[in-house]
Every structure is written in structure tokens, then in C-alpha cells.
């Protein structure tokens, strides 16, 4: 488990990306670079985590301000929840590149994952829908519960695993210094890169770079 501090604003600094396709691989995207080599850990703070669920649609503003007030007062909690943050989405990490490597989860990993959704899945609930006669899946809100934000990811995780087509969809970024994971949703599952404008287009400007070297050169 890491040590880890509370720091009791939103953070505006960071703007996460979401670009992989999936609640729970998006989760797993807030380190950079590579895991194993020189990844960078972004979610450093349980503010940082109530921005990203902020980002992702899981929490609205005046509820992600709430819980990071009543973190203030709760901060020995609240580095409990950063710290099982960060071990829930490693877990999670580890689970679909074992898909990627065509290997197989391990035990411990679903098991950090049973735990959350144990932890989380009381508070689903279903609601009425906007359109008239439906109904859908919701989220409980409760302004003490500072570990709310891992139940939907925790259920996101669960529903791309128990979805075998899905789950051998899951691919890592191909970009040199990204190790990102993406649901390949293309039509022929070609997709190489997290981002085509991002990595996709670095890839593209370095084999241009090679090419006119090779050219000048030969």
C-alpha cells in the first residue's frame, strides 16, 4: 500500500483524457508512460480522484466538492480510498493486459476486484429514466461515502470481463512511451494507438522522419 496524503480542493490542474473507450480502462489510463519502465502516477491525492470522477461523469460538481470538504475531517479515510483506488485499478490493469498477452487474470486480482464491487454494487439502484416508461441503472449518491467513485468503475471493470467478446478487445496503445489500454471497437479491430492524434500521429511523423533519412541517405 502507498502512503498517501490528502490534498482537500478539486484539482484543476490535471484534465484526464478519456479516449479509451471504457469507464474502467480510462481509469487505468491515469498513469503515464509505461508500467515497468518510466510510468508517471497522476492520481497523487484523493482530490485528484474526486476530479477524475468529477471528469468522468460520476460525480456532479456540487457532490465532488462535498466529498472533498468532508474529506478535510476525514483524512485518515481518505487515504484509505486513494490507497484502494490505486490497488483497484492496478488490479484492473493487470487483469485485461493478461487479456492483451493472451494470458489468464490471477486470483488475486479478481479478488481485489470482488472486493469493490462487494463494497460498492449496495448502492445501485433503479430509477426512472427520462423517457417515460423506462427505467435504468443509477448510482446512489450519499455525500459520506468517501469511496463512492470506485463502485462504477469496479462495475465497469465486471461487465467488460464477464463479456467475453469484449474482453479480447481490449488492446495496449503500440506508441513507444505509452502503455495505455483501449477497447478496440474498429470495424476490421485494427486500432493500434490510444489516440490517433496523440500517439497515432507521433508514430506517423517519426516513420515520415525515418523514410526522408533513409532517402538522403541512400
Request: hydrophobic residues 40%; proline residues 2%.
Amino acid at each position: 500500500m502507498l502512503n498517501c496524503n490528502i490534498q482537500c480542493d478539486v484539482p484543476e490542474a490535471k484534465k484526464f483524457r478519456f479516449v479509451a473507450g471504457n469507464l474502467s480502462l480510462n481509469f487505468t489510463n491515469t498513469v503515464g508512460g509505461k508500467r515497468g519502465a518510466i510510468a508517471r502516477e497522476n492520481l497523487h491525492t484523493y482530490g485528484v480522484v474526486v476530479s477524475w470522477g468529477l471528469q468522468a461523469g460520476l460525480l456532479d460538481d456540487a457532490l465532488a466538492r462535498t466529498l472533498v470538504k468532508e474529506a478535510e475531517g476525514r483524512p485518515t479515510e481518505a487515504a484509505s480510498v486513494l490507497n484502494r483506488a490505486i490497488e483497484l485499478r492496478e488490479a484492473i490493469y493487470r487483469i485485461f493486459f493478461a487479456f492483451v498477452e493472451n494470458g489468464s487474470p490471477s486470483l488475486e486480482d479478481i479478488q481485489v476486484l470482488n472486493r469493490e464491487l462487494a463494497s460498492g454494487l449496495s448502492r445501485l439502484r433503479v430509477t426512472t429514466a427520462k423517457e417515460r416508461g423506462h427505467f435504468e441503472w443509477d448510482w446512489a449518491k450519499d455525500e459520506k461515502s468517501l469511496d463512492q467513485v470506485l463502485g462504477p468503475i469496479a462495475r465497469s471493470a465486471a461487465e467488460l470481463l464477464t463479456s467475453h467478446h469484449a474482453a479480447h478487445q481490449v488492446r495496449q496503445c503500440g506508441g513507444d512511451n505509452c502503455g495505455w489500454l483501449f477497447l478496440d471497437a474498429s470495424k476490421n479491430h485494427s486500432r493500434h494507438w490510444c489516440d490517433m492524434r496523440d500517439c497515432g500521429n507521433r508514430a506517423k511523423v517519426r516513420r515520415h522522419r525515418l523514410r526522408q533519412r533513409r532517402e538522403a541517405s541512400g
